[in-house]
C-alpha cells in the first residue's frame, strides 16, 4: 500500500487529498473514475492508510506531512490488508454488485464504530456495477453518513450511478500519466531498458497499471517478435507467405488490435526517422538497423498509404467484415509499398 509520494502522475488528485488531510476537512463520500489500470484503488489505499496511521496528524495545516508513516501498527495492518476499518466491497456475480451486498458489507455495518481506527472507510471496486437498487440503498446512508464514515467509489464511468450518488460525492478524475513518468517507473521498478519501456508506455495510455501488465505479459512480447518479423520481411513475401500469416494471425484475433498497432509505432518510427534521422527518438531503438533500411527503401507517401491501410483494417474489423480478408489485404498493402 503505496504512500502519496510514492504514487506516479495524478498530482492534481494527489494534492486535493493532501489539502482534505492537511485541512482535516474529510468529506464522506469520494469517486476516483478513470480507465482501468489508471490507479483508482492506488490512490485509494494511500488515502485509507494515510487516514488511518497513528503518526498522521489530521488537521495539522502542512499538506507534505499527510503521508503515513508505514511503521504504525495501523499502517502494518493497512499495508497486511487487515485493517478492521478498512472494509472492501466485494461481490461475487459480475456484472452486478447487488443490493444485498451493499446491505450486508456497507449499509448494515457502517453504524459500528470503528473498532480502533480514526475512520472507518469503504472502498468499493467497480462500483459501476453497483445496480439501481445498489444504488438506492446506498443513497440512504450517504444523505445521513456517521461522521466517521468514508465511502470510495472507484468506477470507469460515473455516468452508470444516479445523479443523486454523483451529487453527494467529491468527484476525482484521474488523468492518463505522462509518458516520460510511465517510462521512469518501468526502467527504475522493473527494470526494463528503455526502448522496451517506451512500447509499454506508448500502448498504456497513461496507464501505470496497463503498463506493468504489459512489461510482464510473455503474450505481449510474442507479439511484438512477430509483429517486427512481419513489417521485416513483408517485402519479400509471396501470397503463399502472406496467406501463411493470415493463417497464424487468426489464432491471435483477440490481440489483432494490439498486433496492428505495433505496426503503426513501428511505421511512425521508420517515417520520424526518415524525416529527422535522429535514432534518440525512436521507440523501437533496439530496432535501429531494421528501421534505417525500411526508411532508406520507403517513400514518404508509401509509409503514409501504409498507415491508412491500418486505420482501414482496424476499421473493417470493427465493422466485423471478414477477419482474413482484412488481414490478407492489409499485408498485401504493406507488402506493395515497403
Known amino acids: 500500500m503505496p ?7 495524478h498530482e492534481d488528485t494527489v494534492a486535493h487529498l493532501r489539502n482534505a488531510v492537511a485541512q482535516g476537512k474529510i468529506h464522506h463520500a469520494y469517486i476516483f473514475q478513470g480507465a482501468p489500470g489508471s490507479g483508482k484503488r492506488t490512490l485509494a489505499d494511500a488515502f485509507a492508510q ?10 495539522g495545516g502542512d499538506p507534505e506531512k499527510t503521508d503515513a508513516c508505514g511503521s504504525c501498527r495501523a499502517c502494518h495492518q493497512a499495508l497486511g490488508k487487515n485493517h478492521p476499518d478498512i472494509i472492501y466491497v466485494t461481490h461475487e456475480k459480475d456484472p452486478v454488485i447487488s443490493v444485498g451486498e451493499i446491505r450486508t458489507q456497507l449499509v448494515g455495518d457502517i453504524d459500528v464504530r470503528p473498532y480502533n481506527g480514526k475512520y472507518k472507510i469503504y472502498i468499493v471496486a467497480d462500483a459501476q456495477k ?9 443513497l440512504k446512508t450517504l444523505e445521513e453518513p456517521p461522521e466517521y464514515a468514508v465511502i470510495l467509489l472507484l468506477t470507469t464511468n460515473t ?12 468527484l476525482l478524475n484521474l488523468k492518463p500519466v505522462r509518458d516520460d513518468q510511465v517510462i521512469h517507473y518501468l526502467m527504475e521498478h522493473k527494470e526494463l531498458p528503455d526502448y522496451q519501456a517506451k512500447l509499454c508506455a506508448s500502448f498504456a495510455q497513461g496507464s501505470i497499471g496497463k503498463a506493468m501488465s504489459l512489461a510482464s505479459s510473455e503474450e505481449f512480447q510474442e507479439l511484438r517478435y512477430q509483429a517486427l518479423r512481419v513489417v521485416s520481411h513483408i517485402g519479400g513475401m509471396d501470397v503463399h507467405g502472406i496467406n501463411e500469416q493470415v493463417n497464424e494471425l ?11 498497432d505495433i505496426i503503426g509505432v513501428w511505421l511512425r518510427d521508420v517515417l520520424l526517422f526518415k524525416a529527422t534521422r535522429d535514432p534518440d527518438s525512436l521507440i523501437f531503438r533496439d530496432q535501429l538497423q531494421a528501421v534505417t533500411r525500411a ?4 517513400s514518404y507517401e508509401g509509409i503514409e498509404a501504409m498507415l491508412r491501410a491500418l486505420d482501414t483494417a482496424k476499421a473493417r474489423l470493427k465493422a466485423n467484415v471478414n477477419f482474413e480478408l482484412t488481414m490478407e489485404l492489409l499485408l498485401l498493402t504493406l507488402r506493395d509499398y515497403s
Open 159 to 170: 455516468a452508470a450511478f444516479l445523479d443523486t450518488i454523483r451529487s453527494r460525492c467529491v
Open 250 to 260: 487468426a489464432e491471435k484475433k483477440d490481440r489483432i488490435e494490439d498486433f496492428l
Open 3 to 9: 504512500a502519496f509520494s510514492d504514487i506516479v502522475g
Open 295 to 298: 526508411a532508406s527503401v520507403s
Open 50 to 59: 494515510a487516514l488511518q496511521c497513528e503518526n498522521t496528524r489530521i488537521g
Open 130 to 138: 453497483m445496480n439501481v437498487q445498489a444504488q438506492n440503498a446506498l
